[in-house]
């Protein structure tokens, strides 16, 4: 049994982990709150503008040229992945290692990997990647604490330029989306070509539109598509910093389980050490009266 300055060492190691530990979840609870927040306040915009863009695409009785709809043999791929910059958020990270991997080797078997470009925010998931071999073309820090509208339609924009080019056919971002607090799936997903969502049945809208109809929609379908990138980052770093909450809520759990235990240790030991102290002294007791 180890000795009980052994277990106090081991207690006062313990507890000093427990308070990092709840330190790391309350700022992480925080960051979580003010995302989501974030998120929230901004889903209804993004879905009522994809809303107007698929009814009045709905309305139009004729067909109308839209260059980021248009469908064509995916021969070049770019793909988006993120990952967290730091640890310790539970298994945020090793989900999106397996999500980007697969997604990667099957577009690779498809057009071959020189022509598939990767993008990739988050320092855990670029490490990933070069430990597998995987070349990466442009690696961006992580915006979790600084991501912004402004920056995020700047990277929207260089990727409907790179589409309209012909740069690439098809961009897929792969990512965490946040469902709860407890729970964040591992989601790839088309953003290039654009897919509108589709008009409810039964719905009809009588649009009066200036200076005319394609000129519209080509101005309003790239705010659809920044509204897309930018509700996808929120939504990514959201679910990290719930991984990183819950993740901390476990570790203080078990560390506060732990220090249970090595109490009651240090306890049962402290019991043994006085009981050997007392049948010293009865023994010498006796001795003596003999």
Do not use: W
């Amino acid at each position: 049994m180890p000795s009980l300055k052994e277990i106090r060492a081991r207690i006062a190691s313990v507890a000093s982990t427990e308070k990092i530990t709840s330190a790391m979840k309350m700022v992480a609870a925080a960051k979580l709150k003010k995302s989501e927040g974030l998120t929230t306040s901004f889903l209804p915009y993004k879905n009522k503008l994809s809303e107007a863009l698929a009814n009045y695409l709905g309305s139009l009785e004729e067909a109308v040229s839209i260059p980021l709809m248009e469908k064509r043999e995916a021969k070049k791929v770019t793909l988006i992945a993120f990952s967290s910059t730091n640890g310790l958020c539970g298994v945020y990270n090793s989900n999106i290692f397996k999500l980007f991997r697969n997604t990667y080797d099957e577009y690779a078997q498809r057009v071959g990997a020189d022509h598939i470009t990767v993008h990739i925010f988050g320092k855990k998931l670029n490490d990933y990647a070069k430990k597998c071999g995987i070349p990466v073309a442009q690696f961006h820090k992580s915006l979790a604490d600084e991501l912004t509208y402004d920056l995020t339609s700047a990277f929207s924009d260089q990727m409907v330029e790179r589409f309209l080019n012909h740069e690439t056919d098809k961009v897929v971002m792969v990512y965490n989306h946040f469902k709860n607090a407890g729970v964040q799936t591992p989601t790839c997903e088309t953003v290039l070509p654009l897919e509108p969502t589709v008009m409810e049945a039964g719905k009809s809208f009588d649009y009066i539109v200036e200076p005319n109809k394609e000129e519209f929609i080509n101005l309003l379908v790239p705010k659809v598509i920044r509204t897309k990138f930018y509700a996808i980052m929120l939504d990514t770093f959201t679910a990290e910093h719930a991984a990183r909450m819950t993740a901390m809520h476990i570790a203080s759990d078990n560390a506060n389980t732990l220090l249970q235990e090595l109490k009651r240790q240090y306890n049962r030991a402290r019991q043994d050490v006085i009981t050997n102290e007392l049948i010293d002294i009865v023994g010498g007791a006796e001795a003596l009266s003999k």
